[in-house]
């Protein structure tokens, strides 16, 4: 009797722990989601300083003007590059395979660090020649 009911609870056990993993799954995907969203939102919070910086920069006179120039384009290509990720980006339905959505966002949190990067650089190189 303690052997059948072993027997069929087996199947449940089994069941259950499969249910608990994908419902970890499920929460790694929705912290990869998360975590990409967390540095658009990041970064975005450093678009007025993106645009006050670029007009300032359009300002420059004198000799500093081609400097100023080049630093202002990579503002803009900073800018852009924000812009082109957010018409691209997708969330995945939840009816795709977790380790597909995984894929997606470790995807999309690689083109964030890039995205990040440009920000850093080019905002950093623009206050330099600012001054600031």
Known sequence: MKNLRLFLLLPVVACLSSCL???????QAEAA????????DELMAQ??????LRQQLQKTPGPDTVAAGRH?????AADAAMMD???????????VAVAQRLAYFAAQQQ????VAGLFRTSLDSARLVLGK
């Open 21 to 27: 993993s994908l419902n970890s799954d499920e929460q």
């Open 33 to 40: 989601e998360k975590a990409v969203l967390a540095k658009h």
């Open 47 to 52: 678009m007025d300083q993106l645009t006050t």
């Open 72 to 76: 202002r384009r990579a503002l803009l």
């Open 85 to 95: 990720w957010m018409h691209r980006y997708q969330k995945p339905a939840d009816t």
């Open 111 to 114: 083109r964030m660090d890039s």
